[in-house]
C-alpha cells in the first residue's frame, strides 16, 4: 500500500468514527493536504460504499461550493458535489431530528428531479433541460463532521460534500413554467430573514451547475440517472439552525418550503 493509500484509507476512518460516535473530528487535509480532490474523493467514495454495504439507497446527488464567494473563500475555482441517499430526505417528518446532526446550517436551493438519464458523451445545455422532470423549492441541511466547520475543498469533498439531510416542498413546476435563473429567494429563520439571493447566485444559473454535475457525474463513472434528486446549490448564504427552530424558504414561483427542527437532542 503507498503512502497516499494509506492517508485516504486514514481519513475515511476519521470521517467514520466522527459519524459513529456523533463528535466531529479534527480536518483530513493533514493526512490528504488541502488540495488533492482527487484523493478526497476517493475518501468520499470509500464512505459511500460502507452506507450502500449497510443497505443505503442512493436518490440523487447534491452541488456545493457554487457561489463564487464561496469558491473564492476556499481558493477553488469549480464546485464539488456529494451523495444523497434516500433516508436524507425528511420532507415528510414533522421535525428535522437532531439527533441526526452535528453542526447544521440550512442553505435555499432548487432541486432537480430527472426524468431521464444524463449519460450521454458530450451533454450539452438542451440535454440537461431535456432531461429534468421538474423543479421543487428545497432546504438543503448541510453539516460537517469536522470540528468548527474548518474545512478547505479536500475537507469538505472526502466529508460527502458536507452532506446532511433534506428537505423538498411541495410544488412541482416544469422548465417551461419556471426559469431557475429569475427565481428569487428569501430564507427567514423563525421568521426573521436571514438570506436572500437569486438563481444567478448559483453559478449563473441553476442549470449551469446540474450541467456541470452530470458532465463530471460521468466522467467519475456514476452518470445521474432517471428519478433522482439533485439539488443544485445555494441560492444565498447558509445560516445555523439551533434546535426548536423554523427555517422558511420563499422561492419565487416555486413558492415555500419550511422545516422546523425538533427542540432538543435525543439521548
Request: hydrophobic residues 50%; negative net charge; aromatic residues 4%.
Amino acid at each position: 500500500m503507498t503512502e497516499r493509500e494509506t492517508a485516504i484509507g486514514a481519513a475515511a476512518e476519521r470521517l467514520l468514527a466522527a459519524t459513529a460516535e456523533r463528535r466531529p473530528c479534527a480536518p483530513v487535509r493533514d493526512l490528504l493536504g488541502p488540495v488533492d480532490v482527487d484523493g478526497a474523493y476517493q475518501v468520499q467514495r470509500r464512505l459511500v460504499d460502507v452506507r450502500l454495504a449497510e443497505g443505503a439507497v442512493v436518490s440523487g446527488r447534491k452541488i456545493g461550493l457554487t457561489s463564487p464567494a464561496v469558491q473564492r473563500q476556499l481558493g477553488v475555482d469549480q464546485p464539488d458535489f456529494g451523495v444523497l441517499f434516500a433516508d436524507m430526505d425528511v420532507s415528510a417528518h414533522a421535525e428535522v431530528p437532531m439527533s441526526r446532526l452535528l453542526q447544521p446550517k440550512a442553505e435555499a436551493e432548487i432541486a432537480f428531479v430527472l426524468a431521464a438519464d444524463l449519460d450521454g458523451d458530450d451533454l450539452s445545455p438542451a440535454d440537461v433541460r431535456a432531461a429534468v422532470a421538474f423543479a421543487a423549492p428545497a432546504l438543503e441541511i448541510v453539516d460537517s463532521r469536522i470540528a468548527g466547520w474548518d474545512i478547505t475543498l479536500t475537507d469538505t469533498v472526502a466529508d460527502n460534500a458536507s452532506s446532511g439531510l433534506y428537505v423538498l416542498g411541495e410544488a412541482r413546476l416544469s422548465l417551461d413554467a419556471f426559469e431557475p435563473r429569475a427565481a428569487t429567494m428569501r430564507m427567514y429563520l423563525d421568521d426573521v430573514l436571514v438570506s436572500e439571493g437569486n438563481g444567478a447566485a448559483c453559478l449563473g444559473d441553476p442549470l449551469n451547475a446540474l450541467l456541470w454535475l452530470a458532465r463530471t457525474a460521468r466522467a467519475y463513472g456514476e452518470p445521474l440517472r432517471a428519478g433522482q434528486v439533485v439539488l443544485s446549490g445555494a441560492l444565498g448564504p447558509m445560516a445555523a439552525v439551533t434546535p426548536g427552530v423554523t427555517v422558511r424558504a420563499e422561492i419565487s414561483a416555486l413558492g415555500t418550503v419550511s422545516a422546523t427542527f425538533s427542540d432538543k437532542e435525543a439521548s
